[in-house]
């Protein structure tokens, strides 16, 4: 029975790793699905909800950018897809509370950018990011 | 009178001793946060790795697109020079000799004709630039003892900025490697145009080589594979400082303590012998005080 072993690793930390039967993420080319035996792949990631099926049932995670690669070994019969994310969570272990802070933070940010008129691209940037990541995880974890 | 001495002297025991407690524990905390950095240093591994095998295969797979993006260039006008340190001080040659080998190689690359745009992390480095008349185009403190990867894209998205803007041709990071608990050095390398790591090839397999597929083409995804990269490199070196200082710290304040304990036992014996010389100076008095009453007898 081949296998599908899935890594998920931040810089930070590796945040799960094990035998999956699929893994559903999203690439800049739109949702994928990656089963056993894929074939070898390189690809991105687009901020988004990454779910990862196996025996137990289906597990899923919120990850804000990255990258993604497969790798098969067909003598072992064992496919490895690692996920390299520079942030990422269990969708359960978000902090609704914090988000919601996170949201209004970065919408004062952008108001308050929006009413100076001065633009800073950084700064405007940094905003959107933050306001784009903490909306991404309360859809989430709605 | 002689006992003036000894109480100066007991006034200094007391200073060493409490210098001897400071030291001692700026030590324990040093050693008990090597622990840390080391195991925040292995928890990157993986994604480093990870990083430096994605990397690999693209540009294995299109060599000419990632021309821009690999390989040193032949010839460097504008360099940006990161420069990693400390906040604190009290860890030995950390910051300095850190701090000296990126003065080194600033004077280097302008003897050179180059342009430096010189960043740091660490308020000890800004303290040094300033003095030394250098300009630092833009400096970050208040993170170097528990790096997170939020700092970390920080200083890489202003890092990156030239060269994303074809600003500069080179990045260059000095900083200190944290080889084992045992061995530090300060190594300077350059980080883009990104070098390609051959180690990285070791877990692929080596009949699929050059069979991966890219999603999307790789010259898309090399674009921006090149500022996610740095923010790994720049992560895992701002890790790799931490770990050297407070393995720095540990050894200074080791020495400094060790340092105290040897002040104090000298000092110590100064002040036996001089409260002995006091004694001894008072029963002579003494002695011949009583001489000279029974001579009149």
Known sequence: MPVLHVEIVTPESSLWEGDATALIARSSDGNFTILPEHTAVIGDLVPGVLRVETAEGELSFVEHGGYFQVNTDHDADATTATVLVGTAERTSDIDVARAEAAKATAEAALAATNREGDLDDAVLQSARDALARAELRLGAAK | ???????????????????????????????????????????????????????????????????????????????????????????????????????????????????????????????????????????????????????????????????????????????????????????????????????????????????????????????ELGPKAIESEIFTALLEGAASFHTSQQRAMAAATDNADELGRSLTRIMNRARQDAITTEIMEIVSGAEALRERK
């Open chain 2, 1 to 223: 009178m002689a006992g003036g001495q000894e109480r100066i002297l007991r006034r200094r025991i007391k200073s060493v001793q409490a210098t001897r407690k400071i030291t001692k524990a700026m030590e324990l905390i040093a050693a008990s946060q090597i622990a840390r950095a080391q195991a925040r240093i292995a928890a990157n591994r993986p994604y480093r790795d990870g990083m430096a095998r994605v990397i690999y295969e693209a540009a294995k797979s299109d060599p000419r697109a990632a021309a821009k993006l690999l390989g040193t260039p032949d010839r460097v006008q504008n360099a940006v020079v990161l420069s990693i340190v400390g906040d604190r001080g009290l860890s030995g040659a950390y910051n300095s000799s850190v701090l000296r080998a990126t003065e080194r190689l600033v004077a280097q690359l302008k003897s050179d004709g180059t342009s430096v745009q010189l960043i740091t992390v660490g308020k000890k480095a800004l303290a040094y630039f300033r003095f030394r008349g250098l300009d630092v185009q833009q400096s970050f403190q208040g993170f170097s003892d528990r790096p997170t990867f939020s700092d970390a894209r920080e200083v890489a998205r202003v890092t990156a900025a030239p060269f994303v803007n074809g600003e500069a041709e080179q990045v260059i990071i000095v900083y200190n490697r944290f080889l084992s608990a045992a061995s530090q050095q300060v190594e300077s390398r350059q980080i883009l145009p990104i070098i390609v790591h051959e180690e990285a090839a070791v877990d692929t397999k080596k009949d699929l080589e050059g069979y991966t597929e890219f999603e999307p083409e790789v010259e898309q995804l090399l674009g």
